[in-house]
């Protein structure tokens, strides 16, 4: 007589759901590989064209204005370089976080990166460290190309360390909150011509602020991307604009309140959630 105790193979079994934990790291992981492929699969657009854009604007400015003068001692070249760096790759950090949550938007298929077992924390930190990481790759390369042209001091490689990603995350954070309030191509184009590119522009990277009037000093000041380009050039040549502490304070205030701000925005739901 068969046991009726015994499992019977052929039985249904219902399967149990996958437990998270109080952090989702496969998901969140997962996503961050995610916005790295994306970037990577066309990396000739994504990093090797800012680059190129960024020696342009070395080999012009050199040429045209600086062959010859120096700027604190040290060559144009030499002094222009951690500029053009840092600039790039913050604006790259921005493009990457502010163009993949808009296309997605814009393409209706933002919902599979809601749908999943992903808190607002999770999506925040996948998305942000995508920029951060592209932002890094782009300064890498930057700086290994320019090093054929200038040459490449290091003054404290902690603070070019702390500059590049504290550049980079407040940039990222920045491009996630613009992406989820744009609507269209058009609204992005808004705050990148008219915030971005002239907050990054006028902030010192292809002078130093001493040769602006006392107004124009004082309102360069008042941008945050000013203190980073300063004390990411101190990092490499030692020669501040203004004083390398009070830009490390406020780079780093800045950072967590672009941080909360972009979670709660995330976590609102505002413009993501129908």
């Not at 105790?5 to 249904?12: E, G, H, K, L, Q």
């Not at 995610?34 to 050199?62: G, N, Y």
């Not at 760096?85 to 949550?101: D, E, G, L, R």
């Not at 020669?239 to 941080?259: K, M, R």
Request: glycine letters at 8%.
């Amino acid at each position: 007589m068969r046991d009726q105790t015994a499992p019977n193979p052929t039985a249904f079994t219902a399967p149990h759901p996958r437990t998270m934990g109080s952090v989702n790291w496969r998901g969140m992981w997962e996503l961050y590989l995610k916005e790295v492929r994306r970037f990577w699969k066309v990396v000739f657009q994504t990093v090797a064209a800012p680059v190129i854009t960024s020696l342009m604007f070395l080999l012009v400015m050199v040429f045209a204005f600086g062959r010859g003068g120096t700027v604190h001692g040290f060559p144009f070249g030499d002094f222009l370089v951690p500029g053009l760096v840092i600039m790039t790759m913050i604006q790259n950090a921005f493009a990457n976080t502010s163009s993949s949550i808009l296309v997605s938007k814009v393409q209706g298929n933002i919902v599979d990166v809601l749908m999943p077992p992903l808190s607002a924390l999770e999506l925040t930190v996948a998305w942000t460290l995508g920029g951060v990481t592209r932002g890094l790759a782009v300064g890498a390369v930057c700086t290994g190309v320019m090093a054929f042209f200038a040459d490449i001091h290091v003054h404290s490689i902690w603070l070019i360390l702390f500059h590049a990603v504290a550049g980079c995350l407040l940039m990222s954070l920045l491009g996630i909150v613009a992406a989820v309030w744009a609507e269209k191509f058009d609204h992005m184009a808004l705050v990148t011509n008219f915030v971005v590119t002239p907050l990054t522009f006028l902030s010192g990277t292809f002078y130093t602020i001493d040769r602006l009037p006392p107004w124009a000093q004082f309102i360069a000041h008042y941008n945050p991307f000013f203190y980073n380009i300063d004390g990411f050039r101190y990092g490499f040549l030692g020669q501040p604009a203004s004083n390398h502490v009070p830009g490390v304070i406020i780079l780093s205030v800045l950072s967590i309140v672009a941080t909360f701000c972009t979670y709660g925005v995330i976590r609102s739901g505002y413009k993501l959630k129908a």
